[in-house]
């Protein structure tokens, strides 16, 4: 009975923080959307503050639960990623909002925004051989190829779209190109992660799951617009981006609640 009662919280836990996590897109991409004439400002802001608070939650995570031991080293490696995006907002927004540089791409933003996968693919991969044992390699060779047919045609578009714009933008392309191609590899351990946590209730996993595939959307989205001078519509782009910093920090929230309190409480008890 106590065990019962304990997985109906936790599906309602879950259920109000879905419920939330909508809200909380919808209202922000709502303020942005009546403050048209200063959507520049609004959407670096948002943004800046979604990943914000995604670092402070994970800084309270790396606090709590220490940087031994397997979660603590990935969570660890998930924090200072974290924190690298959240440095690359701010560069981006400060290139925007303060110097008055629109759109300042490649900069320094990028920079920190690619240095920024390296913990983050750590933490994947070392949590896919922690929840992928078991996972029948068919499923990973068919991830594998799904990416290398993904990455082929992206980099194909790319080229026939920079074949028709001016020269001298070989680093935009090459940046563009990096983006989804480091979503597209990451996604691999992350799908193998959830094949087999997906059922958890405790885990934050298929939260940052959902978080990834946000993120490769707007990547792909924006390589496409950064190699044409950004010639396009860019709110679109913001909703997953916002999309993907805000399931970030649910999941890490998740993860705080309910897997560090609730063992910290059991503990206790």
């Excluded at 990943?51 to 220490?66: D, E, K």
């Excluded at 939260?207 to 679109?236: H, K, R, V, Y």
Aim: aromatic share 14%; charged share 15%; net charge neutral.
């Amino acid at each position: 009975m106590e065990v019962r009662k304990e997985i109906q919280e936790i599906k309602r836990g879950r259920r109000n923080l879905i419920i939330f996590l909508i809200a909380m897109i919808i209202v922000a991409n709502a303020a942005i959307l009546a403050n048209s004439e200063n959507l520049v400002s609004f959407t670096d802001i948002s943004r800046i503050l979604a990943i914000g608070s995604a670092s402070v939650l994970s800084i309270i995570v790396v606090a709590r639960q220490g940087v031994t031991g397997i979660f603590g080293r990935t969570y660890f490696a998930l924090t200072l990623g974290i924190i690298l995006w959240l440095a690359a907002e701010t560069t981006w927004g400060y290139y925007e909002l303060v110097l008055q540089i629109e759109r300042p791409f490649p900069s320094l933003a990028d920079a920190l925004w690619l240095a920024g996968y390296g913990p983050v693919g750590y933490h994947l991969f070392a949590m896919s051989k922690f929840y992928g044992r078991g996972v029948r390699k068919y499923k990973i060779v068919i991830v594998v190829a799904g990416i290398a047919i993904f990455s082929t045609l992206y980099i194909q578009q790319l080229y026939s779209i920079f074949g028709i714009i001016e020269e001298g933008s070989e680093l935009g392309l090459a940046i563009s190109i990096a983006y989804p191609v480091l979503d597209a590899i990451l996604f691999m351990p992350a799908l193998v992660i959830v094949w087999n946590s997906g059922r958890g209730h405790l885990t934050s996993i298929p939260w940052i799951f959902i978080s990834w595939i946000s993120l490769g959307i707007a990547d792909t989205l924006l390589g496409f617009l950064a190699i044409q001078n950004f010639e396009g519509d860019i709110f679109i782009i913001n909703i997953f981006y916002l999309g993907a910093y805000l399931c970030m920090a649910a999941g890490i929230w998740w993860y705080n609640r309910f897997f560090i309190f609730g063992e910290k409480q059991a503990m206790d008890t």
